[in-house]
């Protein structure tokens, strides 16, 4: 099994609705993240967060939230999903700040 | 602005050829990482190289903190070397990964 799991791999969803990814891993890690690429860009983080108990925004968190449900999981959701938020979603961990990220192998999010 | 800046944007190449990509960065860093984006979008860590050099088979990487740049290079390139590659730091003091915008390598056979 991957150390950071996505789920869906691919969802394509219509204007409006809202919309959970999910992310699990098993490297015991406190910390994890999610990013968002979009074509020719690099990627951009959306939250964080260093323990259940501890949330925060990342530099494009309009429009998204996020829940941080066990040390384990942290899920994206979009609560009423809009085109521009067509994107590649990456879920990541962390050992601590500066070491041992490690990323899941995406969710390819299409919002018609 | 603190950034992270990759050069060239685009490279193409024929299989065997070598190449160097450069990540500028504009502040001290805690950690640098290399990431390999293969065609179906995974990000495979490639080194973690917040100084000094390593290799490992046909890829190296140099980080110069002091002077602020890293160099990856692949030697002998193949086809499945293809994708884009990042560049990412954690600047001193921060407490996230930041992404350059990537060097899209294509190998021609």
């Known amino acids: 099994d991957a150390d950071v799991t996505q789920t869906p791999r691919n969802r394509i969803t219509k204007t409006g609705k809202r919309i959970m990814l999910e992310c699990s891993q098993t490297k015991g890690h406190d910390r994890m993240y999610w990013y968002r690429q979009d074509p020719g860009l690099g990627l951009r983080l959306i939250y964080y967060s260093f323990d259940v108990k501890d949330i925060n925004k990342g530099e494009i968190s309009d429009g998204y939230s996020v829940s941080r449900q066990a040390q384990a999981k942290f899920s994206l959701s979009l609560e009423s999903a809009i085109p521009n938020q067509t994107a590649l979603y990456f879920c990541a961990t962390s050992e601590n700040r500066d070491y041992g990220y490690t990323f899941g192998s995406g969710t390819r999010l299409t919002v018609v | 602005g603190i950034q992270v800046e990759q050069s060239p944007p685009d490279l193409i190449l024929q299989e065997g050829a070598n190449s160097t990509l450069r990540c500028n960065f504009s502040?001290?860093?805690?950690?640098l990482q290399w990431f390999h984006q293969n065609p179906w979008g995974q990000l495979i860590n490639l080194f973690y190289i917040p100084s000094g050099t390593k290799q490992n088979g046909r890829l190296s990487a140099t980080t110069v903190a002091t002077e602020r740049y890293s160099l990856l290079y692949i030697s002998s390139s193949q086809t499945t070397d293809s994708g884009v590659y990042f560049c990412a730091v954690v600047f001193t003091g921060a407490q996230k990964l930041v992404f350059g915008q990537g060097t899209r390598l294509t190998i021609n056979p």
């Open positions: 502040d001290s860093v805690n950690n």
